[in-house]
C-alpha cells in the first residue's frame, strides 16, 4: 500500500469512526438548530483527526493528501451531511493558500487552519450583471461577491480581485472584521451558512507577493479540488439515499405487501444502483485527473461534475418519491440530502456551467 | 363539434376574460405581490381570496344553481383553475368548495345541506382533509381510524397524516372504519368532524421547504354527533371516490407549468450566463407543455363529449406534474447560486430574498414542496396503476 492509499485508508475509517459516535441525525439536528449552523467542538475533534491538515505537507504535520484521500473524507461529509466547512476551509481556502501564499504567509496561516482556529472561505463569484467587479488599488479592495459558502463564519476570506496595477486576476486575503467589509450572512438551502460581501477600501493583502502571475491557474485547480470533492460527497450521500430507500421498499406495506415486490419500484432501484456505480466510477476518475494536466483535467472533472449532478439528483428526486411525503419532512434524513445535492449543484460551477467546459475542453 | 361542446367553450373564453379583469381591476395588491413572488400567504389571505372568488360566483361556479352553483361544465371549470393559475393567483383552497361541498350537496342531509353548504360557498368555516393515515396512504382502504356508535354519538379514535392546514381548520371531513366485520371497502364512512371537539389535537409536520402546510391529526375518544355521518354508514368509500374524482380534475396543473415555464423564460433572458444549449433545454420544456396542454383541452372535451377512456384526469395529472417539477429543476438550475440561498424568515415576513430576484426565495420553496405534488392526491405510481387497470386492461 503506497502512501496516498494509507492516507485515504485512514481518513476514511477515521471520519467514518467519528460520524458514527458523534454525527448522527439527531446529533446533526442540534447542530442544524443552533443558529451558528456548524458546530465548533466537532471543528476541535477534526483538528485532533488530523483532517484540517489533510492538505498541508508532511513536514509541517500534515497528510499531504491527494484527491483520493480527500474524497474518503468527503464520502463521510456526504453521507453524515457535516456541516463545517470542510470543503470551503479544508480544501479551497487551504489549496489556494500552499499554491499561492508565499513563505511567510504560509508559516503565519497554516498553523492555524491545522489546529481549527483559522477557518478560510473562499470569495470568487460575483454578481452577473457585473456591478460588483472586485479591483484592488493600492492594497484597497472594492467590490462584492455573492454565496461565499461559510463566508458568514470564515475568520479570513481568499478573494479574487483584479490588479489595478499590474492587470490580471489576483487573489488577496481579507479579514472580514476590518472597515471597510459589509458581511451579510444567510443559510443556504441545506442549513449551512454563506454570505455576500461588499468592499469599499478594505485592506486587501495580496497572496503571491512575487507576482507571478499563476492565480487564475491556482483558481482553476483550486475549483476543481473542489468539483472533485462534490463528486465524492455526493457518492456518500447516493450510497446513503440507495441503502435507505431499498430499507423502506422493504418494510412499507401497502395493498398487503411490501411495496418493493412491486417489480416497477424493484426496476427504479436498480436504475438508481446504476447511476450509484456511475458516479462512484466517475468520481474516482476525476481524484485521478486532479494530477493531470490542465486541459485534461478539466475535461474529466468538469464532465464528472456535470453527470454527477444529474445522476444524483435523479437518485434524490426518487429517494423522496419512493418514501412518498416522508421523504419531504424534517425528520428524515433523505429531505436533508435531497437539499445538500441541491446546493452542492449550485456552488462551485452548475451543471451547464461544468458542461460547457466538459464540451469545451477536448479530448 | 357538437353544440354543447360550442356553447362551452365560448362561455369558458368568456371566463377567462372575466379573470383576466378581475385580476387586473380587483385582486388587492398584497395578494398578488405574496402570490408572485410565492410568498407564504397567511389563513385570513386566503380566506380574503376565497371570498373575493365567491363574490364574483366563482368558488362554487361548479356546483349546481339550485345549491347557488354556475353548473359550470367540465371545461369551464377547467379554464376557471387553469387561467388563475396563469395569472400566478393563489391556490384554490380546495377542501370546501371542491371536495366536501359537492359530497354533501350529492349525498348529504337536507340537515347538513342547509348547515354547512353556505358557509362553505363564503369560507365561513375552513376544511380539511381527513384520509391518509400513517399506513394508509395509496392504499385508503387500509386506514384504521375507527368510529364506534355510542347512543347519537360516534366515539372516533386514531390518527390522521398529511392534513393540510388542519391548524386552521374548523371541520375535518373524515374516513372511518365503522366496522370491523364487513369487507375493507364496505366497513368504511364519512364523517364531519368539529376540529373544536374534545380530544382532537394537531401536530405540525415540518417539511423540508420550512414551512407549515402538513399535520398529524388525533383523534382520542372524539365524540362526534351521529347526525354528522353523510350518506349512509358503510357506503362511505364510494363517496370517497366520488371526491378524488373531483379532486383530479386538475386544471390548476396545466396553469401553474404555463406560468412556472414563462417564468423561466424570463430568467433565462435575463440571465448572461445562459448558454444556447440551455435556451435550447428551455425549448424542450416548452415542447412538451404544448403537448400537455392540447392533450389536456382535449382529454377535457372527449369527458364532456363521453367519449373518453376514462382517465383523462389521471392522465393529465401525470403529466403535468412531472413536466412542472422539470420545469422548477431548470429554474432552479437558472437561478445558479440564488436558487440555493434561502431565507425562510424573509419568506415569511414578505421581505427580499438574499439573493437573485424577489421571487427566487419563493421559486425554492416551491421547488422543494410540489416534490409531493407527485405524491398526494394519488401518487404518480397510483396514477399509472388506474391507467393500466382501466385504459390498458393490465
Same mark, same amino acid.
Given at each position: ?29 442540534? &447542530? ?36 483520493? @484521500? ?15 466547512? $470542510? ?37 470568487? #463569484? ?17 467590490? @462584492? ?35 471597510? #467589509?459589509?458581511?451579510?450572512?444567510? +443559510? ?6 454563506? *454570505? ?40 456518500? $450521500? ?25 417489480? *416497477? ?13 456511475? $458516479? ?16 485534461? +483535467?478539466?475535461? $474529466? ?18 429517494? #423522496? ?12 434524513? &433523505?429531505?436533508?440530502?435531497? +437539499? +445538500? ?20 475542453? *477536448?479530448? | ?29 398584497? /395578494? ?31 356546483? %349546481? ?31 370546501? =368548495? ?35 393515515? %400513517? ?12 368510529? =364506534? ?11 390522521? =397524516? ?20 364487513? %369487507?375493507?371497502?364496505?366497513? !368504511? ?14 401536530? %405540525? !409536520? ?46 390548476? /396543473? ?72 422539470? /420545469? ?53 405510481? !397510483?396514477?399509472?396503476? !388506474? ?8
Amino acid at each position: 500500500m503506497n502512501m496516498d492509499m494509507e492516507a485515504a485508508v485512514m481518513l476514511r475509517d477515521s471520519a467514518q469512526r467519528f460520524a458514527a459516535d458523534h454525527y448522527g441525525f439527531l446529533q446533526r439536528h442540534a &447542530v442544524l438548530a443552533d443558529p451558528a449552523g456548524w458546530s465548533a467542538k466537532a471543528w476541535q475533534a477534526y483538528g485532533e483527526l488530523g483532517w484540517l491538515a489533510l492538505r498541508l505537507p508532511e513536514e509541517q504535520g500534515g497528510l499531504n493528501a491527494d484527491g483520493l @484521500a480527500i474524497g474518503a473524507l468527503m464520502e463521510t461529509v456526504g453521507a453524515r451531511l457535516l456541516m463545517e466547512p $470542510i470543503l470551503g476551509s479544508v480544501i479551497v481556502g487551504t489549496g489556494l493558500l500552499l499554491s499561492q501564499g508565499s513563505g511567510a504567509q504560509r508559516e503565519r496561516l497554516l498553523p492555524g487552519l491545522a489546529d481549527g482556529s483559522l477557518k478560510l472561505a473562499f470569495a470568487h #463569484v460575483e454578481a452577473e450583471d457585473g456591478s460588483g467587479r472586485c479591483e484592488v488599488r493600492e492594497g484597497r479592495l472594492a467590490g @462584492a461577491k455573492i454565496a461565499v459558502l461559510q463566508g458568514d463564519i470564515a475568520e479570513r476570506l481568499i478573494v479574487s480581485a483584479s490588479d489595478a496595477q499590474a492587470g490580471g486576476t489576483r487573489l488577496y486575503l481579507v479579514d472580514p472584521g476590518t472597515a471597510g #467589509v459589509e458581511v451579510t450572512r444567510y +443559510r443556504l438551502v441545506d442549513g449551512r451558512g454563506a *454570505a455576500n460581501l461588499r468592499f469599499a477600501g478594505a485592506a486587501a493583502e495580496r497572496l503571491d507577493p512575487d507576482h507571478s502571475g499563476s492565480a487564475p491557474a491556482a483558481i482553476d485547480e483550486a475549483l476543481d479540488h473542489a468539483a472533485a470533492a462534490q463528486c465524492a460527497e455526493a457518492l456518500g $450521500i447516493v450510497r446513503a439515499l440507495l441503502a435507505t430507500t431499498c430499507e423502506y421498499l422493504k418494510t412499507r406495506k401497502q395493498f398487503g405487501r411490501v411495496i418493493g415486490s412491486n417489480q *416497477a419500484l424493484q426496476h427504479r432501484a436498480v436504475d438508481m444502483f446504476l447511476l450509484q456505480e456511475e $458516479i462512484a466510477a466517475l468520481t474516482l476518475s476525476a481524484q485521478q485527473a486532479l494530477a493531470k494536466p490542465a486541459a485534461e +483535467r478539466a475535461r $474529466i472533472i468538469s464532465g464528472a461534475k456535470a453527470y454527477v449532478c444529474t445522476a444524483a439528483r435523479h437518485v434524490a428526486n426518487e429517494a #423522496v418519491q419512493m418514501h412518498g411525503g416522508l421523504g419531504l419532512t424534517e425528520e428524515l434524513d &433523505v429531505s436533508h440530502y435531497f +437539499r +445538500r445535492l441541491m446546493v452542492n449543484a449550485g456552488l462551485f460551477g452548475g451543471r451547464d456551467e461544468h458542461f460547457s467546459r466538459f464540451l469545451e475542453s *477536448a479530448a | 363539434m357538437t353544440d354543447a361542446i360550442r356553447e362551452a367553450r365560448a362561455r369558458s373564453e368568456r371566463l377567462r376574460e372575466a379573470i383576466r379583469g378581475f385580476y387586473d381591476r380587483v385582486l388587492p395588491d398584497d /395578494i398578488k405581490t405574496k402570490s408572485r413572488r410565492h410568498q407564504v400567504l397567511a389563513k385570513s389571505d386566503y380566506v380574503r381570496w376565497m371570498r373575493l372568488l365567491h363574490e364574483q360566483g366563482w368558488a362554487i361556479g361548479h356546483w %349546481p344553481r339550485e345549491c347557488g352553483g354556475q353548473a359550470w361544465t367540465l371545461l369551464e371549470r377547467f379554464a376557471f383553475e387553469d387561467q388563475l393559475a396563469r395569472l400566478g393567483c393563489p391556490w384554490i383552497i380546495p377542501f370546501g =368548495v371542491k371536495y366536501v361541498g359537492p359530497v354533501i350537496y350529492t349525498f348529504g342531509s337536507a340537515a347538513q345541506k342547509s348547515c354547512f353548504l353556505p358557509r362553505i360557498a363564503t369560507t365561513a368555516d375552513f376544511w380539511a382533509q381527513g384520509y391518509s393515515e %400513517p399506513g394508509a396512504g395509496s392504499d385508503l382502504v387500509a386506514l384504521r381510524t375507527e368510529a =364506534v356508535l355510542d347512543g347519537d354519538h360516534y366515539v372516533v379514535n386514531g390518527q390522521k =397524516v398529511w392534513t393540510t392546514y388542519a391548524q386552521w381548520a374548523d371541520w375535518m371531513f373524515c374516513l372511518v372504519k365503522t366496522t370491523r366485520d364487513a %369487507p375493507a371497502h364496505k366497513s !368504511i364512512s364519512f364523517l364531519l368532524v368539529d376540529m373544536r371537539s374534545p380530544g382532537v389535537s394537531v401536530k %405540525p !409536520i415540518a417539511t423540508m421547504d420550512g414551512y407549515h402546510h402538513v399535520n398529524e391529526v388525533w383523534l382520542e375518544d372524539v365524540r362526534v354527533p351521529a347526525e354528522n355521518l353523510v350518506g349512509e354508514e358503510g357506503a362511505g368509500w364510494t363517496y370517497a371516490k366520488f371526491l378524488l374524482e373531483n379532486e383530479r380534475t386538475a386544471g390548476a /396543473i396545466v396553469g401553474m407549468a404555463w406560468h412556472a415555464l414563462e417564468r423561466l423564460k424570463d430568467l433565462a433572458r435575463e440571465s448572461r450566463s445562459a448558454s444556447p444549449r440551455w435556451r435550447g433545454r428551455i425549448g424542450e420544456l416548452e415542447l412538451r407543455f404544448m403537448a400537455l396542454e392540447e392533450t389536456a383541452y382535449q382529454a377535457v372535451e372527449s369527458m364532456m363529449r363521453g367519449t373518453g377512456h376514462g382517465a383523462e384526469a389521471s392522465l393529465i395529472k401525470l403529466r403535468g406534474t412531472e413536466l412542472y417539477q422539470h /420545469i422548477a429543476e431548470a429554474t432552479i438550475e437558472t437561478l445558479g447560486v440564488a436558487g440555493v440561498a434561502y431565507d425562510t424568515a424573509a419568506l415569511h415576513a414578505g421581505g427580499l430574498p438574499p439573493l437573485g430576484p424577489d421571487d427566487a426565495g419563493g421559486i425554492i420553496k416551491d421547488h422543494l414542496y410540489n416534490r409531493a405534488a407527485t405524491i398526494f392526491g394519488g401518487a404518480s405510481e !397510483i396514477q399509472r396503476n !388506474i391507467v393500466a387497470k382501466t385504459v390498458l386492461g393490465l
